[in-house]
């Protein structure tokens, strides 16, 4: 079992940025991925940014440009910084991990709220 906890959503203004932030504990050794989605209301879930161990970071067309994920492997973290952040960027955002196995752990989520 991996356990996520996230941080740091919040209302900000358009053109603001945010910065999420993500801890994993317990089985950590099991992380393959880890990563950031988000769910507006009314939407499906979908990918912002992940990555696996040792690999690049794959962005969601959304996230090109504005958004940017570190990780810190030793500490099992993963940092989502948000920049000139829009109203349409307005969801639920919801760490992720993918453990060798396959299988999917979600956080609780984080609301960002980015107003015009």
């Known amino acids: 079992q991996v356990q996520l906890v996230e941080s740091g959503g919040g209302l900000v203004q358009a053109g603001g940025s945010l910065r999420l932030s993500c801890a994993a504990s317990?089985?950590?050794?099991?992380?393959?991925?880890m990563g950031w989605y988000r769910q507006a209301p009314g939407k499906q879930r979908e990918l912002v940014a992940a990555a696996t161990r040792g690999g690049s970071t794959n962005y969601a067309d959304c996230a090109k440009g504005r958004f940017t994920m570190s990780r810190d492997y030793a500490k099992n973290t993963a940092v989502l910084q948000m920049n000139s952040l829009k109203p349409e960027d307005t969801a639920v955002y919801y760490c992720n991990v993918r453990t060798w196995g396959s299988v999917d752990f979600w956080g609780t989520g984080t609301l960002v709220t980015v107003s015009s």
């Open positions: 317990g089985s950590t050794r099991s992380i393959n991925a």
